[in-house]
Nanobody, 121 residues
Framework: QVQLVESGGGLVQPGGSLRLSCAASGIIFRIYVMGWYRQAPGKQRELVATITSGGSTNYADSVKGRFSISRDNAEKTVYLQMNSLKPEDAAVYYC???????????????WGQGTQVTVSS
């Protein structure tokens, strides 16, 4: 089974920074895409940023220029550097990965447990 373990959430003041990390473990042949989604109370889960194994990135318009996603393929880890945080960035942030467990089989989506990010003065 594939596990995604997030770390790095917490409380930060508006304008501050946080760095989230997510490490994948288990039986993994290949990880195609890793990324972050978030869900605020009363809202649907939404894309924050994704990154492919080749390094191509995709960001939600609301975080462009403030957040940066990166990835260490060897360590099966994805990072999200969040700068200039706003109160509206507060949410539970979920790590995501599209993983091929065994060669020549279909890939599947996996999710972490989530880490809380609170932006408040």
């Amino acid at each position: 089974q594939v596990q995604l373990v997030e770390s790095g959430g917490g409380l930060v003041q508006p304008g501050g920074s946080l760095r989230l990390s997510c490490a994948a473990s288990g039986i993994i042949f290949r990880i195609y895409v890793m990324g972050w989604y978030r869900q605020a109370p009363g809202k649907q889960r939404e894309l924050v940023a994704t990154i492919t194994s080749g390094g191509s990135t995709n960001y939600a318009d609301s975080v462009k220029g403030r957040f940066s996603i990166s990835r260490d393929n060897a360590e099966k880890t994805v990072y999200l550097q969040m700068n200039s945080l706003k109160p509206e960035d507060a949410a539970v942030y979920y790590c995501y990965a599209r993983v091929q467990v065994v060669a020549a089989t279909r890939d599947n989506d996996y999710w972490g447990q989530g880490t809380q990010v609170t932006v408040s003065s």
